[in-house]
């Protein structure tokens, strides 16, 4: 049971250029989640998905694109990458049963845009 | 959109004594979900403890327990009996009931003095 995995761990893209983060999880979850960190402004929800197919915007959703590609996967992509996304990036899935709700976190992807 | 606001971004308690973090939100539902998460430096996301909205009861896991204040919107974390191991960013979160939209506030990063 590996949880929720992230790849990348670490990326430096220039500007202009384009990167798909993946995470994938093992647990059953139906819903998955896209974050960033930034230092003082916490984690920022940039899109979700309740479930498989559907997707929606969060918090910080301009200049991402995401794809539920099945129930396991949920990607996050950059099309044109800017400096204002370097940022650290959270996946997450949410255990629905028994009303806990609670998330489970991947390890994180370090993204520095140049 | 709901906002959860954290005003210490900072505090700091002598070991084996008593911390209280603040935590406050801004909601029109009534049926919600909060939560805290602990991020130690390693970076994992670990959930502390979560709150029913429905719930009058605070909810208590072994050294931490909340004051949930609804009419006032509050949702301060207590850790009783500190330990080094505490040290960390601690994060109060909120689960809307209509949907599976989550939204962090900025952090206070908890420093624990021997």
């Known amino acids: 049971n590996a949880g929720v995995t992230q790849t990348p761990k670490f990326q430096v893209l220039k500007t202009g250029q384009s990167m798909t983060l993946q995470c994938a999880q093992d647990m059953n979850h139906n819903s998955m989640y896209w974050y960033r960190q930034d230092p003082g402004m916490g984690l920022r929800l940039i899109y979700y998905?309740?479930?498989?197919?559907?997707?929606d915007k969060g918090e910080v959703p301009n200049g991402y694109n995401v794809s539920r590609l099945n129930k396991r996967e949920f990607s996050l992509r950059l099309e044109s990458a800017a400096p204002s996304q370097t940022s650290v990036y959270f996946c997450?899935?949410?255990?629905?049963?028994?009303?806990?709700?609670?998330?489970?976190f991947g390890p994180g992807t370090r993204l520095t845009v140049t | 959109a709901q906002t959860v606001t954290q005003s210490q971004p900072e505090m700091s308690v002598q070991e084996a004594e008593t911390v209280t973090l603040s935590c406050t939100y801004d909601t029109s539902e009534s049926d919600y979900y909060l939560f805290w998460y602990k991020q130690p430096p390693s970076r994992q996301m670990i959930l502390v403890i979560r709150?029913?909205?429905?719930?009058?009861q605070n909810a208590t896991e072994n050294r931490f327990s909340v004051n949930f204040q609804k009419a006032a919107k509050s949702f301060s974390l207590k850790i009783s009996d500190s330990q080094l191991g505490d040290a960390a960013m601690y994060f109060c979160a909120y689960r809307s009931p209509n949907n599976n939209d989550m939204r962090f506030g900025a952090g206070t990063r908890l420093t624990v003095k021997p």
């Open positions: 998905s309740a479930s498989e197919g559907t997707t």
């Open positions: 709150q029913e909205a429905y719930k009058q």
């Open positions: 997450a899935s949410m255990r629905e049963r028994g009303y806990s709700y609670e998330q489970y």
